[in-house]
């Protein structure tokens, strides 16, 4: 049973490039979410998915950001003209759930973003 | 709004030391809680969860954590640590109100001397 699946693992990348980071969940989850985490701070919440769905987008957000879940299984999110203080980590995570309740999540091992 | 707090940023204990790290949530529904593990090096690891049933739930390694609703707390507790447990230990809530996101706490770094 393979986890959650990100990459690449670590991006550095110039100001004003556009970067983009992949996401597989664990198979048959039908919620997939994308975390941003700085050093000394917990994960925060950008944006999340129900099978294809893009359900919540978080004010962190800015226009800057966009995700996608075509078909339910993979996600990307990308970052247009990247600044310094996109500098973090971006975690994606993955959960099953039936209902409103009972749902853990399951994190990747995020991937690494410094803009120079 | 759902918030998490965690009262400790960082703690430094001996070996065989007890733990306690302290949570305090703000959420207006069904609430579940977790707390979430990173050592050094590695990803975000589940070690305890609660939905309902009894407050006192038992994790992983040792661990144990106690919901009590009159006080919005979560807080994890280990009889006695180990210098393997140096790692940053994370508080969550999720639920059915404000959408099924989880919103973590800030995390509290715990480092063991051996």
């Known amino acids: 049973d393979t986890g959650v699946s990100q990459n690449p693992r670590h991006k550095i990348t110039k100001r004003g490039q556009n970067v983009t980071f992949r996401c597989d969940p664990i198979?048959?989850?039908?919620?997939l979410y994308w975390y941003r985490q700085t050093l000394g701070q917990g994960p925060e919440f950008l944006t999340y998915?129900?099978?294809?769905?893009?359900?919540?987008k978080s004010r962190l957000l800015s226009d800057r950001f966009s995700a996608e879940r075509p078909k339910g299984s993979f996600s990307t999110l990308e970052i247009q003209r990247t600044e310094q203080g996109d500098s973090a980590m971006y975690l994606c995570?993955?959960?099953?759930?039936?209902?409103?309740?009972?749902?853990?999540?399951?994190f990747g091992e995020g991937s690494w973003l410094t803009v120079v | 709004a759902q918030s998490v707090s965690q009262h400790n940023h960082h703690v430094i204990l001996s070996e065989a030391a007890s733990l306690e790290l302290g949570c305090n949530y703000s959420?207006?529904?069904?609430?579940?809680l977790f707390w979430y593990v990173q050592y050094p090096g590695q990803h975000l690891q589940l070690l305890l969860k609660?939905?309902?049933?009894?407050?006192l739930v038992k994790g992983i390694k040792g661990f144990e954590a106690e919901f009590i609703k009159s006080k919005f707390s979560f807080n994890l507790r280990k009889p006695s640590v180990q210098w393997s447990d140096t790692a940053e230990y994370f508080c969550?809530?999720?639920?059915?109100?404000?959408?099924?996101?989880?919103?973590f706490g800030a995390g509290t770094r715990l480092f063991v001397k051996a």
């Open positions: 198979s048959e989850h039908n919620r």
């Open positions: 959420y207006g529904g069904t609430v579940n």
């Open positions: 609660y939905f309902s049933g009894d407050p």
């Open positions: 995570a993955s959960s099953f759930a039936r209902g409103p309740s009972g749902n853990t999540i399951y």
């Open positions: 998915f129900q099978n294809e769905a893009q359900l919540e």
């Open positions: 969550a809530v999720g639920g059915n109100t404000g959408g099924f996101k989880t919103i």
